[in-house]
C-alpha cells in the first residue's frame, strides 16, 4: 500500500467577471505609464515590464477597481485556507498586493513569499505566447541522490509543474512554495495582480 503523505496544494478558480477584468486592465496600464519609483525599481531590477511591489503600499486605496478585488480575494483565501486544514482565529487577512505588467519575453525568477500564509495571482491578460507560472517541489534541495523523475510520470510525482495562466484565472498557493514565472515567447503585455494573505 502507498500513501500520500505532505500534500501540497494549488487553489485555481475563474473570476468569472469579464468587466472586472477589463477595468483592472485600464487600471494596470495607468498605474504603469503613472508610477515613476515603480518604472525606477523595474529598470534597476531587469524586470521586463512594470510592478507596483516596491512602490505602492495602498492600491486598494488608491484605485476602486484594484480595491473591488479584496472581498472576492478574502472569500477565496478563506475557502483554501480551510481546505489546508488551516488553524485559524479569523479569515485571513489581505495583506499586500502589487500589480505586474510583463512584456513580452519577461520571465520572474524563482521565490517565494516570507511572512504570509497564502499568496497567489490573478491573470488580468493572457496574450499567447505569454509565460507560463512554475512550481518547484520543496523538497528539492533535500532530494540528494534521488533519480530524475520520468516525463510522463504522475502530476504528484513531479520535481515542478507549471500552470498556463489565461484571463481570469485565479490562483492560490502556500506561501513557502517557491514559483517562478517563465519568460514568454509572444509580444504582448501579460497583466496579472499578485498578493499575499497574513
Not at 529598470?43 to 486598494?60: I, K, V
Not at 484605485?63 to 478563506?78: E, F, Q
Not at 507560472?133 to 516525463?151: K, S, T, V
Not at 502530476?155 to 506561501?175: H, K, Y
Amino acid at each position: 500500500m502507498t500513501r500520500d503523505l505532505f500534500v501540497t496544494r494549488l487553489y485555481e478558480a475563474e473570476l468569472g467577471d469579464d468587466a472586472l477584468l477589463t477595468q483592472l486592465a485600464h487600471a494596470i496600464r495607468s498605474l504603469a505609464a503613472d508610477d515613476r519609483a515603480g518604472q525606477r525599481w523595474a529598470r534597476e531590477h531587469r524586470y521586463r515590464g512594470y510592478t507596483s511591489y516596491a512602490s505602492l503600499d495602498d492600491l486598494p486605496r488608491r484605485d476602486p477597481t484594484v480595491g473591488a478585488l479584496g472581498k472576492p480575494l478574502t472569500r477565496h483565501a478563506a475557502l483554501f485556507a480551510e481546505e489546508c486544514g488551516f488553524a485559524l482565529s479569523a479569515k485571513p487577512r489581505l495583506d499586500s498586493l502589487w500589480v505586474n505588467l510583463l512584456r513580452g519575453g519577461g520571465g520572474h525568477g524563482g521565490h517565494l513569499h516570507p511572512h504570509s500564509i497564502i499568496s497567489g495571482t490573478l491573470y488580468v491578460e493572457v496574450p499567447p505566447g505569454s509565460g507560463a507560472i512554475r512550481f518547484e517541489d520543496p523538497r528539492l534541495a533535500m532530494m540528494m541522490a534521488a533519480p530524475p523523475r520520468l516525463a510522463d510520470a504522475p502530476e504528484p510525482l513531479q520535481s515542478f509543474v507549471t500552470v498556463q495562466p489565461r484571463a481570469g484565472l485565479l490562483l492560490l498557493w502556500e506561501s513557502w512554495l517557491r514559483h517562478e514565472v517563465l519568460p514568454g515567447s509572444g509580444r504582448g503585455e501579460r497583466l496579472s495582480i499578485s498578493f499575499n494573505f497574513a
